[in-house]
């Protein structure tokens, strides 16, 4: 093994997303067939609540670690977090192994996370760092000896994963860690394009009203085309509540959301890897979600309660430079070094 790739596990799908498309630019720009990378779970920030046993089996796999370099991606840059990734960097550092951040981005973008972090990164500076985000390249780019600001990897996927971008007709809706809108909100926005809307306008603030997850009285139709939606966390996904749902895919198979997402007519989503990868598929997609990683979205272009797509000459002009990024990092495995 030459690298230790942050791998989510499938406990997420929007994870999944950017993973697998990283995973592919890393195997084709440096050479590697999926025999030469480890992939391995690397605690997330979101995941405290779960359990703690998981940080200390990480940790000890990352101290018997043989590989070169580690690759860490996503949101990697989140308050409080810094001291649990610390005791790996540390273990990395011993071992004299190099690690690069690789399409990552903040997750609460406050002053105490950029102060938190700063301290962090020039303790144990990365190898490089490429950003998702202008806030992020802005606050670490100076702390990595090679850095880059591009796109998230998730709009990567239409060029690693050819699929059938025949528009089906129905509508996607997922929601699946926020409420949803009313169909008739997402009837207004495709059939007025002057109407715009986002979850601080009144007419979104009646869901607080509406119980988390539970949609009630909901049309099964927009714009005389059917809903169907998408679960991405199916793991911690009770059936009855899919049923409440209606029709919803939850699958272990990052494929079949890719295929759901290519083909939709229209999607609303309150999750950023949704409205990424759906648009980079040509899916006219609006963002309705309140993090402040929408930044993610603005750098392709895409605005937060509108309807949008991604050019897809941006995404090859944006991909091809990140691959060119990848190509000029001095990775470099001497052929004495063991499979």
């Known amino acids: 093994m030459k690298v230790f790739f942050q791998n989510s596990g499938y406990t997420n799908m929007g994870n999944v997303f950017f993973e697998k498309s990283l995973l592919e630019d890393i195997k084709s720009t440096w050479g590697l067939d999926s025999a030469q990378i480890r992939l391995g779970y690397v605690f997330q920030p979101w995941e405290r609540r779960f359990s703690t046993q998981v940080t200390n089996k ?56 950029v102060r938190e972090f700063r301290n962090l990164l020039k303790e144990f500076p990365p190898l490089a760092l490429s950003t998702r985000d202008e806030f992020t390249y802005e606050n670490y780019h100076d702390l990595a000896e ?126 950023i890897h949704v409205a990424a990868p759906s648009a980079a598929f040509g899916t006219p997609s609006v963002y309705l979600g309140k993090s402040p990683r929408k930044l993610v979205l603005e750098r392709a272009g895409m605005i937060q309660g509108e309807l949008s797509i991604v050019n897809p000459d941006l995404i090859r002009k944006e991909h091809q430079l990140f691959q060119n990024f990848l190509k000029s990092l001095p990775i470099n495995f001497p052929d004495s070094e063991g499979q």
């Open 146 to 271: 090679f850095a880059y600001n591009g796109l998230c990897s998730s709009f990567y996927l239409p060029i690693h994963y050819k699929l059938d971008t025949t528009k089906q007709d129905f509508v996607l809706f997922s929601f699946d860690t926020s409420r949803e809108i009313p169909t008739e909100i997402a009837q207004k926005m495709i059939e007025d394009e002057s109407f715009k809307s986002t979850w601080a306008s009144s007419e979104l603030s009646k869901l607080a009203r509406i119980r988390r997850f539970l949609v009630r009285d909901a049309s099964p139709e927009v714009s005389g085309m059917s809903v169907l939606r998408s679960d991405q966390i199916p793991f911690r996904r009770l059936p009855k509540l899919v049923d409440a749902l209606g029709p919803t895919l939850v699958s272990p198979e990052f494929m079949d959301y890719l295929g759901l997402y290519a083909q939709g007519k229209f999607c609303f989503t309150s999750r």
């Open 58 to 113: 990480e940790t000890l796999a990352l101290t018997r670690m043989k590989e070169k370099f580690v690759v860490f991606n996503g949101p990697w840059f989140s308050e409080g977090h810094s001291a649990h990734l610390r005791s790996i960097l540390s273990k990395l550092d011993h071992s004299k192994t190099r690690y690069l951040l690789l399409s990552v981005g903040s997750m609460s973008f406050t002053e105490n996370e």
